[in-house]
């Protein structure tokens, strides 16, 4: 079994119309969210981890303590954005050397092509733990396409800092959705 932990980014200052940028760090309040996802998370071992690298995905994973074998920056995980702002920020050049980049050549691709990729790829994966830190688009569109019989699903809203558990089943390569937009971590801490 896969089992497939997906975390939304901390709130960040485009949210709070403190930083007006395509790619914002996280808020004050964001780096607190992001803090006590290791309270929810923190007793999983993951296998490997798929960062966004979009800074407040990056800032995330990074105020979460949260740690895998291996952690990669996958480009198909970065939000969908005007084309000339993938142009003014893509590629990076200076990520954090925690991570590995992968998929850099798809970064203009829909959305909807690489988040189809980033599953399929994750149903050949072998069995273990993933960590996913992504955005809400994403997010949604990962787990409609892993839940969804044929295609996309639903539309999922998802909060920030909350977590979302798929099981992927390999023989059928189908997933069931285990937890939906888990906030209890943000709750107990007054960040909801």
């Known amino acids: 079994m896969k089992n497939i932990y997906i975390v939304r980014h901390g709130q960040s200052m485009a949210q709070t119309g403190e930083q ?9 309040f964001g780096r607190q969210q992001a803090q006590v996802v290791e309270e929810a998370l923190g007793t999983v071992v993951f296998d490997r981890a798929y960062i966004s690298p979009l800074r407040r995905a990056r800032q995330t994973f990074e105020e979460s303590n949260l740690t895998a074998e291996k952690n990669f920056f996958d480009i198909r995980l970065i939000e969908l954005l005007p084309r000339e702002s993938y142009e003014s920020i893509l590629p990076y050049e200076k990520l954090p050397d925690y991570a590995k980049v992968i998929f850099n050549d798809q970064w203009l691709e829909p959305l909807r092509e690489r988040v189809k990729s980033f599953c ?18 994403v997010i949604s569109a990962l787990l409609s ?29 189908s997933g069931k959705l285990i937890h939906l937009n888990e906030t209890a971590h943000l709750e107990r801490n007054g960040l909801i």
């Open 20 to 28: 007006y940028s395509f790619d914002a760090d996280l808020s004050d």
């Open 120 to 137: 399929d790829d994750l149903k050949k994966a072998a069995s273990g733990n993933y960590l996913v830190i992504a955005h809400m688009g």
């Open 145 to 173: 396409l892993l839940t969804a019989e044929n295609g996309f699903g639903d539309y999922y809203m998802i909060n920030n800092c909350s977590w979302s558990q798929i099981m992927i089943d390999e023989e059928s390569c």
